[in-house]
């Protein structure tokens, strides 16, 4: 995992890595299941991740790795911790277990505070290397692998971590610090969870904020029924265009821009059973659902398996 340390380096923000966040929770769900994902809520606790000059530090290294492991539901698997000088936070060696192998860099010797905040990528890593889930790109599974580590209950850590003053420049993990936020508001949303008590960092607890503002837009997309009046004339202009044959064509976007890297809805002829359908990301997986145009309706998504109240 890599790591952005000391006082240089800029700091990448806001969400340029959004499309493949979103397909990293499908992609989550589709592998684990609702029921599955689900299995998961419960996070690690600041208690858990707790490691101080008090602790004996191979002893309290394994404590809290093994920690990591619970809060991803991994209780076959046993890791095992040393530490050694390197560029990056840590890295992992994956086999077919239940031994895992985790380096992590020297300075957690000494800076404690944060390695839980490496384990918890690296753990994921091994979650999803069971699982065989990956993306074709090294770049995107770094960014899957953050992004289950944030939605299954250990990822928060990674946000805390991130800290940006005129001494010190960190972050771990290849997500932006309003991504991670992007997600833990997501998982929040999910298990009615409030991660906001936990952290310590300030800038972390800005960029959950920031990140949590964009989840709940996603929830006020028409043609959700929470869609907001401005984005309902949108909405309407659209499918008047789309009835007509005036506007977009079977299949094509038809909803505006929302300038952070979101799929629009998209109108398009019902086929065989005749009618205007509209299709649209679910706000909770962001699995393409596709319903009849016919005004409101409940639309249920098949993979999370979410009840949306809809205006179409």
């Known amino acids: 995992m890599t790591e952005n340390g000391g006082p240089g380096g800029p700091i990448e923000h806001g969400f340029p890595h959004l499309a493949t966040v979103r397909a990293s929770i499908t992609a989550l769900f589709r592998r684990l299941s609702a029921d599955g994902i689900r299995a998961h809520a419960t996070s690690i606790t600041p208690a858990d991740a707790a490691f101080d000059a008090a602790d004996d530090l191979h002893l309290g290294a394994q404590r809290v790795a093994a920690a990591t492991v ?26 077919a277990g239940p031994e895992y192998f985790v380096e992590v860099n020297d300075r957690f010797r000494t800076h404690r505070r944060d390695l839980a905040a490496a384990l918890s990528h690296e753990v994921a890593h091994v979650l999803l290397h069971r699982l065989d889930l990956r993306f074709p790109g090294a770049a995107e599974n770094e960014l899957l692998t953050d992004t289950a580590a944030a939605y299954l209950g250990a990822g928060w850590l990674l946000l805390d971590a991130y800290r940006e003053d005129a001494l010190t420049h960190q972050r771990f993990g290849y997500l932006t610090p309003e991504e991670f936020g992007y997600v833990l508001a997501k998982r ?18 800005e960029a959950y904020v920031r990140g949590r503002a964009l989840a709940e ?3 006020r997309r028409a043609p959700l029924a929470a869609a907001g009046p401005l984005a309902r004339r949108r909405y309407a202009k659209a499918r008047r265009a789309a009835a007509s044959g005036s506007g977009a064509a079977a299949g094509a976007t038809a909803g505006p821009a929302a300038g952070d890297g979101s799929a629009a809805y998209r109108f398009e002829q ?11 990301p679910c706000p909770v997986c962001a699995q393409r659902l596709r319903v009849p145009v016919r005004g409101r309706l409940r639309a249920r998504c098949g993979l999370c398996h979410s009840v949306l109240d809809c205006l179409t």
């Open 70 to 95: 619970r809060a991803l539901r991994l209780p076959d698997a046993r890791m095992v911790v040393s530490f050694r000088a390197m560029e990056e936070a840590a890295t992992v060696e994956l086999a």
């Open 188 to 205: 929040a949303a999910l298990f009615g969870e409030d991660p906001s008590p936990w952290f310590t960092s300030p800038r972390a607890y």
């Open 217 to 219: 837009r996603d929830h």
């Open 270 to 280: 019902g086929g065989s059973r005749g009618g205007l359908r509209v299709s649209f």
